[in-house]
């Protein structure tokens, strides 16, 4: 049975790399908020197994949604998927309790290894 | 003390580093090309259109980088962000430069912000143009230029700064 992954970024090129990323593996891509809000709208219809979750998002952010994602559910697993990684985004989003991270851009390999790690 | 100016230009000088750094970076991770800024060129393709990428800074400092090319070199990038196979959809173009220049500002944000141990930059959502004889000019920044010639094209990195100014409001 397939694992699913929800893409939680507003650029599409991220959903159709993700996606091409997974071809051919037991990851589906489970759905693509293109925002903060409307991905926690997609993971409540998906309860996908692993979310990938951009930072700088238009309507609400992703260290904003990752809040409101651990509060329906604790054990919500969370690549945080970004461009910026900086130290202070960084701790920030440790505070929240976001556990895995991948900056942008990003090789198949890398992140199938970044899925499995953040499943287990 | 050191003269504001002068303080002000090596401030400059270490964003515009690692702004360089990042784009070479970003290339490396995403075409597998190692490059370096060299020379001093113009792109104004034949026939081709030019297209420019721009991204704004905000924070302590303010500004905008812009990434010059033309729409094939741009393609050239497209095609190595989509692992090497062609674009289904060619109206899918901006959609994959936008992220590229974004994946390097990015990059760059984040490098600028570890060396001032701070939030000293945030980077807005790219605005991409292409046209013939296409001139961006952006009045009261220090503008820096980085050119970068490699097989998938020629490329101009030009990054302009002014410290922000709002505590004299």
Redesign the interface.
Same mark, same amino acid.
């Given at each position: 049975m397939s694992k699913k992954v929800l893409v939680i970024d507003d650029s599409p090129f991220v959903f159709k790399a993700v996606s091409k990323a997974l071809e051919g593996t037991d990851w589906e891509v489970a759905g693509h908020g293109l925002d903060g809000q409307l991905g926690i709208e997609k993971y409540i219809e998906t309860r996908a197994d692993v979310i990938t979750l951009d930072v700088t998002m238009p309507v609400m952010d992703g260290l904003e949604a990752a809040k409101k994602l651990f509060e329906i559910n604790p054990k919500v697993k969370i690549i945080m998927l970004s461009a910026m990684g900086d130290e202070t985004l960084l701790n920030q989003a440790r505070t929240i309790g976001i556990k895995h991270f991948l900056t942008k851009p990003f090789q198949p390999a890398t992140l199938q290894a970044k899925l499995a790690e953040a499943f287990e | 003390m050191e003269n504001t100016t002068e303080v002000l230009e090596s401030k400059f000088d270490t964003l515009f580093g690692l702004a360089k750094r990042s784009f070479e970076e $970003?290339m490396l *991770?995403?075409t597998g090309e190692a490059i370096q800024a060299d020379g001093e060129f113009s792109i104004q393709p034949e026939n081709r259109l030019s297209l420019s990428i721009i991204i704004g800074i905000s924070g302590n400092t303010n500004g905008r980088i812009l990434l010059n090319t033309s729409v094939d070199y741009g393609k050239n990038i497209a095609v190595a =962000? &989509?692992?090497g196979?062609p674009l289904e959809n060619e109206e899918?173009l901006h959609?994959?430069l936008? *992220?590229f220049a &974004? =994946?390097f500002?990015? #990059?760059a944000?984040?490098h600028i %912000? %570890?060396a001032f141990g701070? #939030?000293e930059i945030w $980077?807005s959502?790219p605005a991409i143009f292409s046209a013939k004889d296409l001139d961006i000019v952006t009045p009261n920044v220090s503008s820096m230029k980085a050119y970068y010639e490699c097989s998938l094209g020629k490329f101009i990195v030009d990054m302009g700064f002014s410290e922000n100014t709002y505590d004299e409001f």
């Open positions: - | $970003i *991770e995403v =962000m &989509n692992f196979d899918d959609v994959y936008a *992220e &974004n =994946m500002c990015g #990059r944000a984040t %912000n %570890n701070k #939030r $980077i959502p």
